[in-house]
C-alpha cells in the first residue's frame, strides 16, 4: 500500500488544521492506522491510531482533547483533525498502516504553528 499525507500548513497558536493520507489500493479497510510526528532535533513519536473499523481509537497523552483521528474506508483516507494547536506541535506528520505493526509508512506533511 502507498500512502500519501497532505494538507499540512503554517498555522497561529490556537488554531486548527487537518491533514489527511490517502492511501492506494484495495486494502485499506484492512488496515490500522496511525499518525506520527518527527520535531527537528527529535525521534518520531506516536501521535494516534484507528483500527480498521474505527471502532478503536487511542491518542498520545500530548494530543487528547486537542486531534481527532478518524478514517474513511469508502475513500481509502485517515483524517487528523487537530485543534488547539501549539508551537510544540510544529513537526512533520506522517501517517502509516499496517495489519498489527506499522508495517507502511508515506511520506510526511509538514506543520508549522506560530506563536
Known amino acids: 500500500v502507498q500512502l500519501q499525507a497532505s494538507g499540512g500548513g503554517l498555522v497561529q497558536a490556537g488554531g486548527y488544521l487537518r491533514v489527511s493520507c490517502a492511501a492506494s489500493g484495495r486494502a485499506f479497510s484492512t488496515y490500522r492506522m496511525g499518525w506520527f510526528r518527527q520535531a527537528p532535533g527529535k525521534e518520531r513519536g506516536f501521535v494516534a491510531a484507528i483500527s480498521r473499523s474505527g471502532a478503536y481509537i487511542n491518542y498520545a497523552e500530548s494530543v487528547k482533547g486537542r486531534f481527532t483521528i478518524s478514517r474513511d474506508n469508502a475513500k481509502n483516507t485517515v483524517y487528523l483533525q487537530m485543534n488547539s494547536l501549539k508551537p510544540e506541535d510544529t513537526a512533520v506528520y506522517c501517517c502509516?498502516?499496517?495489519?498489527?505493526?506499522?508495517?507502511?509508512w508515506g511520506q510526511g506533511t509538514q506543520v508549522t504553528v506560530s506563536s
Open positions: 502509516a498502516a499496517g495489519a498489527q505493526r506499522f508495517d507502511y
